[in-house]
């Protein structure tokens, strides 16, 4: 079945880095654009990055633009998020989301249609 | 940027009601609208994409309308297991922004 698991989330200083990988499996992921969505505690949901299905394009927030990189391996079938420069407020629950495209009357549609369980980043001193 | 606004925040309603929540944008999307479900410690759930059209495996009380800037989703009759937190999102253009949510109790 098709199944997005996330992992690399712990606790982490200001100023500091981590990285979240996304594994996916029961779909061909090379096929996919993919994003990830952060929820801090008790707030609601904010889209972090989108990068198309060949890595060639990348969209960021412009929350963690300039500290935030996203990726994949299409070889491992692996998304990630490199995150640096880490601040209290970047502090949620992040998930990884596929996208997909489904034509409606001529037009191109857009929208996450699996999701992970995400993986929780908390930065605390 | 576009910015989603939700309303109500949160509703309060009884089994077999029917719910009414709309989103609104700050500017035109046309039709780029989806529609997620959370419950509490889980993944967003994708319900209604491209405004309207529903996802396989959601129940066919769940219908989605709207185009431009004003959009709503309904739930015809309120089953126990729909109590949860709704958000709608943009997918027009990048930055790609979600509603602020709204919460749906049990009256």
């Known amino acids: 079945q098709v199944q997005l698991v996330e992992s690399g989330g712990g606790v982490v200083q200001p100023g500091g880095s981590l990285r979240l990988s996304c594994a996916a499996s029961g779909f061909t992921f090379s096929s996919y654009g993919m994003h990830w969505v952060r929820q801090a505690p008790g707030k609601g949901l904010e889209w972090v990055a989108f990068i198309w299905y060949d890595g060639s394009n990348k969209d960021y927030a412009d929350s963690v633009k300039g500290r935030f990189t996203i990726s994949r391996d299409n070889s491992k079938n692996t998304l990630y998020l490199q995150m640096n420069s880490l601040r209290a407020e970047d502090t949620a629950v992040y998930y990884c989301?596929?996208?997909?495209?489904?034509?409606?009357?001529?037009?191109?549609?857009?929208?996450?249609?699996?999701w992970g369980k995400g993986t929780t980043v908390t930065v605390s001193s | 940027d576009i910015q989603m606004t939700q309303s109500p925040s949160s509703l309060s309603a009884s089994v077999g009601d029917r719910v009414t929540i709309t989103c609104r944008a700050s500017?035109?999307?046309?039709?780029?609208l989806n529609w997620y479900q959370q419950k509490p410690g889980k993944a967003p759930k994708l319900l209604i994409y491209a405004a309207s059209s529903l996802q396989s495996g959601v129940p066919s009380r769940f219908s989605g309308s709207g185009s431009g800037t004003d959009f709503t989703l309904i739930i015809s009759s309120l089953q126990p297991e729909d109590f949860a937190t709704y958000y709608c999102?943009?997918?027009?253009?990048?930055?790609?922004?979600f509603g602020q949510g709204t919460k749906l109790e049990i009256k």
């Open positions: 500017q035109s999307i046309s039709s780029y």
């Open positions: 989301a596929k996208r997909k495209t489904t034509v409606v009357t001529g037009i191109d549609y857009y929208y996450m249609d699996v």
């Open positions: 999102q943009q997918s027009y253009s990048t930055p790609y922004s």
